[in-house]
């Protein structure tokens, strides 16, 4: 894409997103999946800024939802799903620094049907959880396979949707917490963000040597919220190429594709996680675009954008954003 | 506009869409605007199902902040602020009844510059409110005047925004209620949704007799979220027909344009907003387009789209949408 | 009780806590109860700052919950539930002032069973309701009716409950909103706070001429937070003192009783609640007890208390309080 | 105390109560604190159930706060606060138990002032914070150093506080998360509830081999809601009593003393942990009090107990307490 090259990735990256190596995370490579995102676990794959990486990822349910009779809760045990790919460690990279993940592309694996979409038991926006406890019977537990390529994720015999698919989970570790891969928080994790798809690229705040770069949990399509708690989860292979910018200190995820800047959020209640999002967002703007705090933030009342990545998780995450064409001298 | 004869309010409507009358609700006719809705204040206008108002609106800080000098927090006496036209009766309209209002266009009055912006000590997303308390001296109060016109809104000499118009606050009267102008809540009021522009049909619950219509606070444009606690506030000449739909009982307001349908919450915290919406669409969906309750669910969690109306008001709007492509059978 | 000529009511009151003359404002005096607390209804007593009225309160239920069999959905109008007795005038009340309310008693009416207990549908805090939207089916509608004597509160065999009353709802009027009366807010309102029984004053900010004083909802006792939604409900025969302080603006009510002070937030989430309590506990604090602010802020986090009213109404209420031995100079 | 040997621990554990061996973990045996609560550091202590463990914690500011000059944002590096001994493996404690702590005594321990408070910048309930988003300057930073005898707590020329220490960190580790150790969650951590003093017994649930017990963060007394983000912090030699008992599975922490019993929530908003704590109590009234399930939900709407513990944290804490003269059958 033409913008690439204007990315800030680009501009500051220490390859300048050129890429070198490609490297093949398969999942034999892989190995052990991680359930948690943290300092604790083996590399996997040790790179150069500017390298490429084809990573096979598995599924949220981690392949175990074959049938639409796969209930979660019996298939699966707790707190092990979404299994993450990684750690990458990324030479050169320490705290204070940003590492740039460049989503090429994110295509389907496995045989049809490869999607699934399940209400689990005390999950979601709209049902009593372990956190929003009430007392009500848990909501049905219902299994939904879905056949996907890359045309379409055809969910019924009357609704097809897009194939539009992002990566639902993306960090680096923590500097000493290790989180669980189902949490959003201020490193990144779970935040289902549909902008985070190919053609975007994400900056991660860098916390510990290497960086220790962890991917997961592709979803070919998802609204906004991921209100049931889950999206159209699948097995991808998704290419990335990663970069690292020195000395780059961000408090919580970036993201930029060739339209806007976007500024994340991750934390409860809601409203947090977006006065999150839209502070480093002004704060980004006026680092970096020279626009005054005050300006950026009235400005920003006038045409910012937001999205909402899940209120289904531990934290919700919400994404703030202004169109590039308004950051321009 | 081409859809319009299939919308809600075309197909059951008491006048079928069709236009009748047209009444001239000037600044002159309006007399003494209102700061609350409710049911206490005489009306001002008798209207029948079809008929087309055009409403001449004042902007929300009611045309006291001329300059910008002119302090909101010195010109302004609160609760005195987002005055309101109306209340409009219409004939026939009763309790379980649904009034629909159809925007067909709003445009600018007034000597340029029309638009105004603020920061409002205590107010907005990332200040300490009355709400959010805190121990922080306010931020500075700043005023920000802007030239609108159709075709723009000249923010600065680096941006021109795009001429977005809609309408921030529109409603019927509460049963027993009467709620300052500030307040959204389920009777509708200062949503701040920016899909409430022309071309859009807002489907508000009556709640007493005749509905009492008020409508006020045009936004020549507006950000998700209206973070800093105002958009582009400007005074209006705004046209709209009004028809009514018998027994239709909704719990809250709803929304309609070409590509959408759209449920709206109001509510604190902001995650209680987005599962009454995103509830209300489910109700919706099931009621009238067919649809499983579950699989509306899950197809939401792959498709809908949220809109942050404002998260700066004692209440927080969300609206939560479907494509109508998908709601075809 | 020997505080009493200490408080900030005798000490500033204009009635200096001196009773005068005796009100009577019994069922049939006040005729019509009210369910919306504003500015709009019709006055039903003028009284002297110092005067007593002895006020007979009906139930939140109306009274119309006689036996186990009468199900709240069934015999009950929403929005028309906790009805209010007043508005009672204040002779000299304005704007800027506050009106002081000693509770003195607090005495069952009617025959027994006179305590009534109800699981609502879609209210309570373990509950989905209108602003926690849920997908699950209603919680069982559950009757409780009790016997309340000034002893003990019935329970069951197996538990007798202390009498401890207090009055639920308790306020002046807003100056334009007219609001139901099972929201709390700025002005008092459904506050559901333990603390408010005999020996306590409550001071509750005046916001029209009058300040129209509105009281109801006695409860035979509560626990913090009125978890499924109601209190023992009960009528009662209440007797206030009322006196009037004049130029004393307070943005929220306050409380007082023999051992502490205490300043009432409404709100939601439950921390802005409690923020907006705490806060207004310093602002009290430093300008009348010689607290430096930030000395107040650090001493409150040793030794505040926090007392939770509500947190099932469409605003949730917390007390923050200090033991007055620690106010002492 | 003479309820001891009626509680939970002694009627259930695998020790009933009694005291076996005394292990003492000095600052030097513990060597090196921790700041994440998980199962990924080494086991500092290995006891059999009913074993004494004399402790000796560090403030939360692990001591390096000696004068009021000593800035936490000088003197400190985030996230490396709140140091915690442990962890402390329990033999035969297996995921599916619980971890049952009573404490003894907390004595205070190094020179006066051994008692820290400070605001810290960006930290605390009415201040702008890192989830909190603002765009106000930081709070001023402020250091209190106070002394503290078993006497009291001596805040002010003005004002002696009661000397009643607790334990603000207390936790089993989660099953793979390792988690900071200023966040409270399911798993206890720092839920800085003022009733975990000496004479109660706190329930942890088991989720790893041994348990792998921490503790830190002793108070020499809390308001509730630590307010300003700090309580009275000092340096303590805490003794414990530790037994086990087998296969009691809970969700999260619960607390016992002489008076009642508590269950704890930790959650965003306040609402949740409340509605968790509240939950968790009625199931455990349910299990083994013999309450039918709606029974004890309306009896807490009348005789609940709420504690606030801290809402300044990452997460809030509440407990939801019943006396247990009302458990009685």
Redesign the interface.
């Known amino acids: 894409m033409s913008w690439l090259p204007d990315s800030i990735m680009s501009r500051r990256g220490v390859a300048s997103g050129k890429t070198k190596e490609t490297h093949h995370l398969t999942e034999d490579a892989q190995g052990k999946f991680h359930?948690?995102i943290?300092p604790?676990s083996e590399p996997v794959l040790v790179i150069q800024p500017g390298d490429k990486v084809i990573v096979e990822t598995k599924d949220a349910f981690e392949g175990k939802v074959k049938t639409e009779n796969d209930l979660p809760s019996k298939v699966l045990q707790m707190?092990f799903v979404n299994p993450q790919n990684g750690p990458i460690m990324v030479e050169g990279a320490q705290k204070g620094d940003v590492i740039a993940v460049y989503i090429e592309s994110i295509k389907p694996r496995g045989e049809n049907p490869r999607g699934t979409?399940a209400?689990i038991p005390d999950f979601?926006?709209?049902?009593?959880t372990?956190?929003?406890?009430?007392?009500?019977?848990s909501?049905?537990e219902?299994v939904?396979k879905v056949d996907v390529d890359e045309k379409g994720?055809y969910?019924?015999k009357?609704?097809t949707?897009p194939y539009k698919p992002h990566i639902g989970t993306l960090s680096c570790s923590p500097?000493?917490?290790?989180?669980?891969s189902l949490t959003p928080d201020?490193h990144g994790g779970n935040m289902d963000l549909p902008d985070m798809g190919p053609g975007s690229i994400t900056y991660l705040p860098v916390r510990s040597e290497g960086g220790r770069l962890f991917i997961g949990d592709a979803h070919a399509?998802?609204?906004?919220?991921?209100?049931?708690?889950?999206?159209?989860e699948f097995s991808s292979t998704t290419t990335i190429h990663v970069d690292l910018i020195k000395g780059w200190e961000i408090?919580s995820p970036r993201l930029e594709n060739e339209h806007l800047i976007m500024a994340i959020?991750s934390?409860?209640?809601?409203?947090?996680a977006?006065?999150?999002a839209?502070?480093?967002l002004?704060l980004w703007m006026s680092a970096e675009y020279g626009y005054d705090?005050?300006?950026a933030?009235?400005?920003?009342?006038?045409?910012?954008?937001?999205r909402?990545g899940n209120?289904v998780d531990p934290n919700?995450t919400v994404g703030?954003g202004i169109e590039k064409k308004?950051l321009t001298?």
């Not at 372990?130 to 019977?137: K, S, V």
């Not at 933030?297 to 937001?306: A, D, H, I």
């Open positions: 359930y948690t943290g604790y707190p979409c209400m979601g926006a709209l049902s009593g372990a956190l929003t406890a009430m007392l009500h019977p909501l049905p219902v939904r994720v969910w019924s009357r609704v949707l500097e000493i917490d290790s989180i669980n201020s399509c998802q609204g906004d919220g991921e209100v049931c708690g889950t999206a159209v408090s959020g934390a409860r209640p809601l409203e947090d977006t006065r999150i839209y502070r480093d002004i705090k005050w300006d933030y009235m400005m920003l009342s006038q045409c910012g954008k937001v909402l209120f919700y703030a308004y001298i």
